[in-house]
């Protein structure tokens, strides 16, 4: 061996054997280091995780890192969630389905509408939705017809109404919510509201998964539409059903009047076509009551086909027929709602939840989003919204500062529907034809109702004036050129039923609120002090 390895060292081995020992004791100590600061971080990100389950869990039971939670995601609760998240509000929104809606009304927007889109710097929402710009209305009857305009000409080139698919369109409101980092957009189910001494503290809801939690803020605002199960405690729900819709789309077909909402004076009551895309449109048919035939066994094809399509302009007759014979025919229930809330701290109502009117006008979008203008405008005076009392007393101006718009829009719905709708009765039918001639003789007789259903020029006495105007033009046609006993008693008739048409629904809006705002109270509500 000695002889193999002439040079080597016997006490070399000792060395060699220490260095390697104290070479394998550091190696060893740094797999026990390194796995201790391994387990050190995996320690720190679950105790991250932990915390921030622990946050999710402080504020979905019983935390206040937000300072409103949002009831629904449509239309009223995603353009709310984004108006005051951009004015630095922590938002939360439980919406019970977040997967694009699919409807068949919430699909005309009014001018009036658009430029509280502006206003709430959401305009771009009817950007890359294939949503179609209309420029007025069309009416028909009894083989004539007229196109009334909207006044636009005091407004910007781009301001005008739009249509669109309303699934579309919310899709674009939630996604430009969701991009303010202080807005919080989540799936569940909203089972009730939280109360404590009569001040509501925030919600009770089911997550996706079926999880129940709860989630606390200093306002809720319930925006959770017309089948609301919330708002039974925040107002007093008067729900009437005076007809139901049934929707149809037409495809690659031309209106008659391009770019154009479309009206027929249909018996027994209104028909709607409007587009909805560039290659659609939605034809609505009005059928009076809360039945309608049945769609699975073939009764609502055959009444569509025999009662309806005769009465459909010839131009789109075959796009009609030809949408009867697809079968994707859907129904809904028009719903109306006079406003009557029960002002209750920590809570508001909004949108389809707080007050419907039938859609025949197309105004829901437009009171909505006037509301939020409202809302948003009575709170940037504030920061902080936990002065529970003050803020209720404060925010019941709202109630009051809403009407103006809300009230014009609301009445005109209930009205025109009722006049629209065919009647056996002689002074119903000469009070129909009365409002389709006013209406056709141009200049102020029609921009001045159209400013109105536009949402343009939201005055309740011009509403009521114009619509008395209709009344008094239809007696004049009874009584020229010469009067007699029949004619006498049937303009009589005709005004004591426009009476009976109008006075109800203003009775409903509250007549001081809706005419006389400045003498309540609670129109000079100043912001709270704190």
Partial sequence: MADQFPNQNPNGYWVGGILASVLGVLFLYHLVVRRRR?????????????KADENRSVNGN????????????????????????????????????LSEPDRIV????????????????LEDCVENIDAQRVFGYALFKDGRNARLSYPLEMFDSDVSGRSFHNGRFIQRMREKAATLPNVQLEQGTVTSLLEDNGTVKGIKYKTKKGQELTAYAPLTVVCDGCFSNLRRSLCDPKVEVPS?????VLENCNLPYADHGHVILADPSPILFYPISSTEVRCLVDVPGQKVPSISNGEMAN?????????????????FVAAVDRGNIRSMPNRSMPAAPHPTPGALLMGDAFNMRHPLTGGGMTVAL?????????????????????????????????????????????????????????????????????????????????????GL?????????????????GVGRLLLPFPSPKRIW?????????????????????????????????????????
């Fill in 38 to 50: 391994q387990n050190g971080s995996a320690c720190v990100a679950s105790m991250r995780t932990a």
């Fill in 370 to 454: 006037s509301d939020i203008v409202v809302l948003r405008d009575l709170l940037r005076p504030l920061r902080d919204l936990n002065d529970v009392p003050s803020l209720c007393k404060y925010l019941e101006s709202f109630y009051t500062l809403r009407k103006p718009v809300a009230s014009t829009i609301n009445t005109l719905a209930g009205a025109l529907y009722k006049v629209f709708c065919a009647s056996p009765d002689e002074a119903r039918k000469e009070m129909r034809q009365a409002c389709f001639d006013y209406l056709c003789l141009g200049g102020l007789f029609s921009t001045g109702p159209v400013s109105l259903l536009s």
């Fill in 457 to 473: 020029n939201p005055r309740p006495l011009s509403l009521v004036l114009h619509f008395f105007a209709v009344a008094i033009y």
């Fill in 106 to 121: 919430g699909e005309l927007l009014q001018p009036g509408g658009y430029l509280k889109l502006i206003e709430l710097a």
């Fill in 62 to 97: 019983g935390g206040g890192d937000f300072d409103v939670i949002v009831v629904g995601a449509g239309v009223a609760g995603s353009a709310l969630a984004y108006t005051l998240g951009k004015d630095g509000r922590r938002v939360r929104v439980i919406e019970r389905d």
């Fill in 490 to 530: 049937i303009g009589a008739r005709l005004i004591s039923g426009a009476s009976g048409i109008i006075f109800p629904i203003i009775r409903a809006e509250g007549v001081r609120q809706m005419f006389f705002p400045a003498t309540i109270p609670a129109y000079y509500r100043a912001p709270p002090l704190k």
């Fill in 303 to 319: 009444y569509l086909k025999t009662v309806v399509a005769p009465q459909v302009p010839p131009e789109i007759l075959d796009a």
């Fill in 244 to 248: 139901c819709f049934v929707g149809l």
